[in-house]
């Protein structure tokens, strides 16, 4: 059981270039999360899922859009990357329990 | 505005002795309240929770309590370990709905053998 599976682990990107970031569930869940972390800010949702289907924005939505491929899955885009996203970027799903979060993707932007 | 505050970005502590880590809420319309661990390079899990109608919950070296009139919660961890070293996060839940989960900025456990 792989639980939130993010990929890719690492990223750099230039100023301007855009990146799709992947995640995938298989425990069913209906609603996923889009989150950043960086120091002294916590945990930010940028965009959730609530259901296949639906997307709405989180705190801080600007710059990103997502897609809900379906019930599995859930991207996070930069189309045009700029240093002020980089951070640390968490999937996460659930239904009626705690959140599972993915392992990170650690996000780089020069 | 943060509505789930933690105050103290880090904690240092001595094996074997009780680590306290605290979190206030200013919304008094959470109902259900949880801690999460976060080791480096990996996301952040679960550890324990505690609903509005309860005071205390207890899990095996870990206990949460919670303190309504003043908006307060706090994990204690008895005895500390090395392993417990992490980033914690105190998180409150709000009614139903997808989005109704909101963090605090985390504090920064280290254990020192």
């Known amino acids: 059981n792989a639980g939130v599976t993010q990929t890719p682990k690492f990223q750099v990107l230039k100023t301007g270039q855009s990146m799709t970031l992947q995640c995938a569930q298989d425990m069913n869940h209906n609603s996923m999360y889009w989150y950043r972390q960086d120091p002294g800010m916590g945990l930010r949702l940028i965009y959730y899922s609530a259901s296949e289907g639906t997307t709405d924005k989180g705190e801080v939505p600007n710059g990103y859009n997502v897609s809900r491929l379906n019930k599995r899955e859930f991207s996070l885009r930069l189309e045009s990357a700029a240093p002020s996203q980089t951070s640390v970027y968490f999937c996460?799903?659930?239904?009626?329990?705690?959140?599972?979060f993915g392992n990170g993707t650690r996000l780089t932007v020069t | 505005d943060q509505q789930v505050k933690q105050n103290s970005p880090s904690l240092s502590v001595q094996e074997g002795r009780i680590s306290i880590l605290n979190c206030d809420y200013t919304?008094?319309?959470?109902?259900?309240f949880l801690w999460y661990k976060k080791y480096p390079a990996e996301g952040p899990t679960f550890l324990i929770s505690?609903?509005?109608i309860k005071d205390k919950n207890e899990d095996g070296r870990f206990t949460v309590f919670l303190n309504k009139s003043a908006k307060h919660l706090s994990l204690h961890i008895v005895p500390s370990q090395p392993g417990d070293s992490a980033v914690y996060f105190c998180?409150?839940?709000w009614g139903t709905g997808a989005n109704n989960l909101f963090f605090g900025t985390g504090t920064r456990l280290t254990v020192i053998p």
């Open positions: 919304n008094s319309m959470f109902d259900y």
């Open positions: 505690i609903s509005s």
């Open positions: 998180a409150a839940v």
């Open positions: 996460a799903s659930r239904d009626n329990s705690p959140l599972h």
